[in-house]
Structure formats: C-alpha cells, structure tokens
C-alpha cells in the first residue's frame, strides 16, 4: 500500500490506470469504476481499530502463528511461568471447537478469552473485536492471540496485532517456510519450538530452515527453543521484554488517537 | 480455505459501490492477486457463485489478473520478477530484498450498468416524434 495517500496502486498493477491500460476504457452504455482496494479493506479497517485500542492502553499484541500442534499453548505457559511477574498477560485463544486451550491457560490464573470459529480456518479482525469487548485491556501489558492452528489462512487477515511471531516445530520438517511463503514472510519472530527433539530428529537442520527463510527475504529473527525443557526460553523472554519497550517508545513519540468510536452499535468497551 | 471469507467480503464492496452510483446490476468485476497474497484464484472462482447468490453481483463476469512477484534487490537495486519462495535478486542473488508487487488482493474496478431504461425511452418517443 501506498504510504502517502493509502491507496493500492504498485509497481505490479498501475499499468492498468495508465491511459490504454485494461482499467482506463470504458464501454458505452456502462459505467467503469475504478476501485484499487483491498478485497479485506473491511477487515483490516477493524483491525485497525483494534490496533487502536490495544494501543490505547499501551498494550503490545503479538499474533501466534504455526501449524496444529507446534506448541503454541505450551509456549505460552511456560512464557507466564517464567515472564517478568510484573508484566501482566491475558490470552486470547483461537480453535475451531472446545474451550481446552483456555481452560489450560486460566489454570496458571491468566485472563483467556476463547473463540469458537466454528468451521473458519482463521481469526479476523471481527472477532478480535468481539473478544476485545470482554477484556479489560486497561490491566494488561501485553495481550498474546492464539491464532487456529493453520499455515495458510491466518496469514491473510490482519487482526490488529503488533507483531506476528510463527512457530516452527522440529517434528514438522525444515522447509515448511519454502512450502509455505505467505505466511513466514509476515514473521517478526521465527521460533523453532520443541528444540529438545533435535537430537533425535536429526534431519531438522535448523540452518536449512534459516536458508528457507533468506530465501523469502526474511530478515526475522530466529529462536531455537522448547517449552519442556526451557531451553531457549530466556531469549524469547529477552525478546518479548525487548518489543514492549519498544512499543512504549513509539508510542511516546506517535499516541494513539482518542478516536470517537466510528462503531455502528452502542457499545460499552470494557 | 479462507476464500469464501474473502470473496462475502468482495461482494459487500461491490454491492456499495453499486448502491453509491445507483447502479441496476454490475456486468464486470476485476480483481487483482499475487501469489503472495495467500488466496488461491481458483477457489475464489469457485466460491463466487456461492457468495454473490441474490446480490447485485450474482451472474456477473469476474476476470482476474494475475500480478506477478517483483522484488528490488536492497543491494544493487536491480528490479526483477521472482518465485513467491524464492525473493532473491536475479542480478546478484543477494537474499535481501525488497518486495514491489506480488502480495496484492484487490478489488480494481467494476462495470456497473445504471438504471437508465427512463431517459432511453424518452430519446426513442423524440427520434419516432422527428421521424413521423
């Protein structure tokens, strides 16, 4: 997107604006519009609200990304078990079905906010939304969203988050950020979890990984780490402590805007 | 598969363009996608039919253009096409690069036919008036 002015117009598509471009006739009898937006302009205008609010309160959102079963929930435990006791979590959680990865996260007496999809692959910016309206955001530093478990899906929809951190883990092979480019390439942080299994699955070459994501341009940093034997896990503690102050500088020198609610419903926001 | 999200939320912005210009049906939509962008074009398609059933934009012809991959190379500055996994500069093969095209997903226009069917009329009583 455009910085200057928002709109979508790059390199690939303004050869079609240009006068004798595919988008620059119009047919007789018929009115051409010319339109350049994003197909999710709607999602990612709430996700920007939502971006809004977090910042608001001076809370950093990261969106947690991988496969089923990478090891996000157990990330997240062990990250309250030995996060700063002074930064304060709530989760919100993302699954098709079942309460089970909230219930896992409120038993080390953390706020977690379950969303049922359904039969959707992916969180949008509206149900962020929707949870945002059960939690009091004004309590927390930093609020961690659970992404469904899904390489594809949820790589399309902004949400609101300030940071996107992908979790790679051993059992799933090295070249998942080859096979699987949108979503890696949208990484701030790349985790290669369950790091405790790289002795016995020793074809994970956590360096080819590295390649596969130089080869998408990446310049996200990459963590080795395991939620069961803590390896690791102080690096990411480093990290997460690193991007809250960060946030607080930016938002020092850009505040968040008071925005009057351009909601269509009344609504009270916790 | 997200496209069917994606393509509701197509026909939402296509039914308020078409509301704004008072527009009785649209007869063609072009979007834009690259590979990058994470949305497959052919399930877009298919999802059409399913997401425009009783909006203005059921039976409308929806073209898609295909945006390629192009990357800037941060070190020589050379612009070349790429593969979506492959983001390396053609010229040099330096891996740091700069993405110019490839991760779009957008709506670039619409044809709207406008109800217009009164003023035809009006033109075709005052050309039988002149001819009689």
């Given at each position: 997107m455009c910085d200057t002015c928002g709109c979508n117009i790059t390199h690939g598509n303004e050869n079609f604006i240009k006068p004798g471009g595919k988008l620059h006739k119009t047919q007789s009898g018929k009115e051409a519009i010319t339109v350049l937006h994003s197909l999710l302009s709607e999602n990612d205008h709430t996700a920007k609200h939502n971006r809004n609010h977090f910042d608001q309160h001076q809370v950093l959102a990261i969106n947690l990304m991988s496969s089923p079963g990478a090891g996000k929930t157990a990330?997240?435990?062990?990250?309250?078990?030995?996060?700063?006791?002074?930064?304060?979590?709530?989760?919100?959680?993302?699954?098709?079905?079942?309460?089970?990865?909230?219930?896992?996260?409120?038993?080390?007496?953390?706020?977690?906010?379950?969303?049922?999809?359904?039969?959707?692959?992916?969180?949008?910016?509206?149900?962020?939304?929707?949870?945002?309206?059960?939690?009091?955001?004004?309590?927390?530093?930093?609020?961690?969203?659970?992404?469904?478990?899904?390489?594809?899906?949820?790589?399309?929809?902004?949400?609101?988050?300030?940071?996107?951190?992908?979790?790679?883990?051993?059992?799933?092979g090295d070249d998942k950020p080859a096979k699987y480019p949108v979503m890696f390439r949208k990484s701030d942080l790349v985790l290669i979890s369950k790091s405790d299994l790289l002795p016995i699955l020793d074809d994970f070459k956590p360096e080819r990984a590295r390649r596969y994501l130089q080869d998408i341009a990446s310049t996200a940093p990459i963590l080795e780490l395991s939620s069961k034997n803590k390896q690791g896990m102080s690096a990411w503690l480093d990290w997460i402590q690193q991007q809250i102050s960060l946030r607080q500088q930016h938002l020092l020198q850009h505040p968040a805007t008071s925005e009057n609610h351009s909601h269509e419903h009344e609504h009270h926001h916790a | 598969m997200h496209e069917l999200a994606i393509c509701q939320s197509l026909i939402s912005q296509v039914e308020n363009i078409a509301l704004e210009h008072q527009a009785k049906s649209v007869s063609l939509i072009v979007i834009g996608i690259g590979p990058l962008s994470g949305v497959e074009a052919q399930l877009l398609k298919n999802?059409?039919?399913?997401?425009?059933?009783?909006?203005?934009?059921?039976?409308?012809?929806?073209?898609?253009?295909?945006?390629?991959?192009?990357?800037?190379?941060?070190?020589?500055?050379?612009?070349?096409?790429?593969?979506?996994?492959?983001?390396?500069?053609?010229?040099?093969?330096?891996?740091?690069?700069?993405?110019?095209?490839?991760?779009?997903?957008?709506?670039?226009?619409?044809?709207?036919?406008?109800?217009?069917?009164?003023?035809?009329?009006?033109?075709?009583?005052?050309?039988?008036?002149?001819?009689?």
């Amino acid at each position: 997107m455009c910085d200057t002015c928002g709109c979508n117009i790059t390199h690939g598509n303004e050869n079609f604006i240009k006068p004798g471009g595919k988008l620059h006739k119009t047919q007789s009898g018929k009115e051409a519009i010319t339109v350049l937006h994003s197909l999710l302009s709607e999602n990612d205008h709430t996700a920007k609200h939502n971006r809004n609010h977090f910042d608001q309160h001076q809370v950093l959102a990261i969106n947690l990304m991988s496969s089923p079963g990478a090891g996000k929930t157990a990330l997240l435990e062990a990250t309250i078990q030995q996060l700063d006791k002074n930064i304060k979590i709530a989760v919100i959680e993302g699954d098709l079905e079942t309460e089970n990865d909230a219930e896992r996260i409120r038993q080390h007496g953390v706020e977690a906010i379950q969303i049922s999809t359904g039969s959707a692959c992916h969180l949008d910016a509206h149900m962020i939304h929707q949870a945002l309206h059960n939690l009091d955001l004004s309590k927390f530093d930093i609020v961690f969203i659970e992404n469904v478990g899904n390489l594809v899906c949820p790589a399309s929809f902004d949400l609101g988050q300030h940071l996107n951190v992908t979790l790679l883990s051993v059992p799933e092979g090295d070249d998942k950020p080859a096979k699987y480019p949108v979503m890696f390439r949208k990484s701030d942080l790349v985790l290669i979890s369950k790091s405790d299994l790289l002795p016995i699955l020793d074809d994970f070459k956590p360096e080819r990984a590295r390649r596969y994501l130089q080869d998408i341009a990446s310049t996200a940093p990459i963590l080795e780490l395991s939620s069961k034997n803590k390896q690791g896990m102080s690096a990411w503690l480093d990290w997460i402590q690193q991007q809250i102050s960060l946030r607080q500088q930016h938002l020092l020198q850009h505040p968040a805007t008071s925005e009057n609610h351009s909601h269509e419903h009344e609504h009270h926001h916790a | 598969m997200h496209e069917l999200a994606i393509c509701q939320s197509l026909i939402s912005q296509v039914e308020n363009i078409a509301l704004e210009h008072q527009a009785k049906s649209v007869s063609l939509i072009v979007i834009g996608i690259g590979p990058l962008s994470g949305v497959e074009a052919q399930l877009l398609k298919n999802a059409y039919p399913v997401a425009s059933a009783g909006s203005v934009a059921e039976n409308t012809q929806l073209v898609i253009e295909y945006l390629p991959v192009k990357v800037k190379c941060n070190e020589c500055g050379c612009e070349s096409e790429a593969l979506p996994n492959k983001l390396i500069c053609k010229q040099c093969g330096n891996w740091q690069t700069s993405l110019l095209s490839g991760d779009e997903l957008l709506l670039m226009s619409v044809e709207l036919e406008k109800d217009d069917t009164l003023d035809d009329t009006a033109n075709d009583a005052s050309a039988n008036a002149n001819i009689h």
